[in-house]
């Protein structure tokens, strides 16, 4: 049996937005253990925007690399672009955030609240939505539905 889970969001849209909450997912793809597949501003639960601007990618470095090294790990060296270039460019587009902020508001995050893994993603395949933030990142209540 799998369990579903359904973030409500109950917001007024404003003109500029693009988006109105985001979706946390991780993967455990190639590690036995679920890493951070990325942080996902999310329209409603069935829609989302992606590339929103072009931006550049710049590799991490120093303790944000490390800290990327360690919890978000992708299969190659794509995913980190990947995540910046379709989705963090439309938290850019909204909200200014730079690509080292994306990465870190996304690391701080999941280091916050890795323990709903355990939680929301039991007998899930390699990819779970682990949880669902408002647009201050506070976490959005959860419903289980089977």
């Known amino acids: 049996m799998h369990k579903l889970l359904v973030c409500l969001l109950f917001s007024n849209v404003v003109s500029q937005q693009i988006y109105n909450y985001y979706e946390f997912a991780v993967q455990k793809w190639c590690s036995d253990s ?73 690391l701080e995050l999941f280091d916050s609240y890795k323990y709903l893994i355990n939680e929301n993603c039991i007998n899930e395949d390699d990819n779970c939505i682990m949880c669902c933030f408002d647009l201050d990142f506070k976490l959005i209540e959860i419903f289980d539905t089977v």
């Open 34 to 106: 679920y890493m951070i597949h990325g942080l996902w501003p999310q329209i409603d639960s069935e829609n989302y925007p992606t590339y929103c601007e072009d931006v550049e990618y710049i590799e991490p470095i120093g303790e944000l690399l490390q800290s990327m090294e360690t919890y978000w790990q992708g299969c190659d060296d794509s995913l980190w672009s990947h995540e910046w270039e379709k989705h963090g460019s439309c938290m850019k587009r909204q909200n200014n955030i730079t690509e080292n902020d994306f990465f870190n508001i996304t």
